[in-house]
């Protein structure tokens, strides 16, 4: 086997992924100096597979059919306005909003990490105290339905 047969242009067209990193600026440099890029280019062939993007932690369709049946009871209520869905590597966020400005009233989170121990589900309050926490989204929701009736006690 000779160098040529080596060579890139007899191992077929190849891909190729340029990366663009930027330096922040230290303390004693100037505006130039700070900009200065670095490229890194790599090369895939046709056949080898793109890395595969790390893991994501997300509700599933009955989760968040559970979980928009509470929040669409809510709305009807006129207590709840707005929501936001966040998916992070350890942990799936559905935070709920009186107005869309404010901070969120409650947060269903989705930990896996806590799947084990104390349970995948639980609903944080506005302060970022758990409610409640366990292994059946349904049952940590339930915390979400309890009625506020004020009782008349005669004395």
Known sequence: MSD???SPASRGPATLVAVATRREAQPGTTGHQAATTTTTLTTTTPGSAPPAPPPVTSFDRRELN???RVYGRKVAEGE?????????RDEAVFSIFRRASE????RIVKDMRLARRQGAYSVVAAGGMILK???D????LAVLDR???LRLVEA
């Open 103 to 106: 901070m969120p009233l409650f």
């Open 133 to 135: 926490r366990g292994p």
């Open 147 to 149: 009625r506020r009736t």
């Open 137 to 140: 989204l349904d049952r940590v």
């Open 4 to 6: 040529a047969d080596d």
């Open 80 to 88: 709840w306005r707005d929501y936001a869905i966040d998916f992070r």
């Open 66 to 68: 559970s979980i928009l």
